[in-house]
């Protein structure tokens, strides 16, 4: 299966989707991360470095990560050049699942690239869309992720990532540029003191009601169909 998942900036499905997307890999399933923008308006880190930091991270996963290059602070969900620029990669990569943030968060990249991935997986399929090059394609299915400070709530999905977990904080630990604060360097809320910390924990909170060391939230686009409606007992059974 090829899953894509989109992130505003570098490192935002790190923190949301690293162990789901481990698990992934693990299976034998092609990932490609695919940044919207390079980050660029960041109070930390250059460009520059938060693409090596992106390529490393992608490496712990096993993934692959494009970007296409957007304008941090500038996304759009009507900007038609974007939205050709993300069909036309859901058309190429062809994937079965794509992974997006859920748009609920303050941060305007990361409404507008929920919106704007959310047009683009319906555009995808329309052979009538033809700024982007390529056959129709539109993926089964859809996760949404919170971000890393947006609350969720009781989500209907969550992903056991207890065997994952130490690999999607050696991912995160790639991002030096955001998650330490240099001497001198701008204080920012990802680089404050103990904010991996509550990564972690956060996704400890996640598996808690069932039972799971750790865990990632996500909300599908659709409602999901069980083909063995009785193979949920066997989670029931193991409920604590």
Known sequence: MKLVAFGAHP?????AAAGTLARATRAGHAVLIADLTRGERATAGTPEERAREALAAARVLGA?????DLPDLGLGRRAAPQLAAVVGLLRREQPALVLAPTGRDA??????GHHLVQRAVFMAGLAAYEPAAGAPHRPRLVLYYPSSREPYGRPPLVVDVSATIDQKMAALACYASQFTRAAGGPATPLNAAGFLERVRARAAASGIELGLAYAEPFFPDRPLAATDPFGFLTLAEDRP
């Open 11 to 15: 490192d935002d499905v790190e923190l």
């Open 64 to 68: 692959s990560r494009t970007s296409l």
């Open 107 to 112: 941060h305007p990249d990361h409404v507008e």
